[in-house]
């Protein structure tokens, strides 16, 4: 009797290129990917039954899908997870050490909003010198201390689409208080387009509605900065 092979659609490589991991990274950058997938890197290869993907997502699972509690646990209790050996666990937990060591580093620099000022000096090192269009979100705490700046979209020279479902799905998920919205214009042109305006209008009204509020947006450029808030906009 012949055999026929047939492709398991759970596996990663029958997946669409955007949607595998690795080439999700390269398309769209470290921000766009969960932690789930950002683990299934890590793994390498799930099992027969599921993709690493699947199994990456089982051991958020187990942890309440809450990374700092996944750094926590031991090398044993992630092999007790089909596929996971010690070379995967040890490097796992490897790489959250790593992302422990990096946030204390970042945490003993205060990184507190106060005004506009600060917003475009936490931007630079994400912004400046950049010649496509990018949209970002500052996520604050109650003390308005930065908790996440995370990467919504990327576009051509004059435009970048933003959705702005998108945009309180990640705020809601890092249980910000507030959020601060920041694109850049490639040109230096610090006035604000009517679009501008508009995106500024309904994502502002989006979080009145989710008790998310906005902050600010800020137009970033090479040479200077507009601040909706400060123009009286906000």
């Not at 490589?13 to 932690?35: C, H, N, Q, V």
């Not at 989006?206 to 400060?230: E, R, W």
Request: proline share 3%; hydrophobic share 40%; glycine share 6%.
């Amino acid at each position: 009797m012949t055999k026929v092979a047939y492709k398991n659609p759970r596996r990663i490589l029958a997946w669409s290129e955007e949607d595998r991991p690795r080439e999700k990274f390269i398309l769209k950058g470290r921000t766009a990917l969960s932690d789930a997938e950002l683990i299934a890197i890590l793994i390498g290869s799930g099992t027969t039954e599921m993709s690493a993907v699947d199994l990456a997502k089982i051991i958020m699972k187990t942890v309440g899908n809450n990374i700092n509690k996944l750094a926590r646990v031991s090398v044993n209790d992630l092999k007790k997870h089909p596929g996971i050996g010690e070379a995967k666990a040890i490097t796992i937990l490897a790489a959250l050490e790593l992302g422990r060591r990096r946030d204390d580093l970042v945490e003993k620099q205060k990184r507190k909003i106060i005004d506009s000022k600060s917003v475009y000096e936490e931007m630079k090192q994400y912004l400046l010198d950049k010649p496509n269009e990018e949209f970002w979100i500052l996520l604050l705490n109650r003390a308005n201390d930065v908790m996440h700046t995370l990467q919504i979209s990327i576009g051509g020279i004059s435009g970048t689409v933003v959705d702005i479902k998108v945009i309180f799905k990640l705020a809601i998920e890092n249980l910000a208080s507030s959020v601060i919205l920041v694109h850049n214009h490639p040109s230096g042109q610090l006035m604000p387009s009517i679009a501008d305006a508009q995106l500024t209008r309904q994502i502002k009204e989006a979080g009145q509605l989710l008790d998310m509020p906005v902050l600010d947006h800020m137009i970033f450029a090479d040479n200077g900065y507009y601040s909706f808030k400060d123009e009286g906009q906000m």
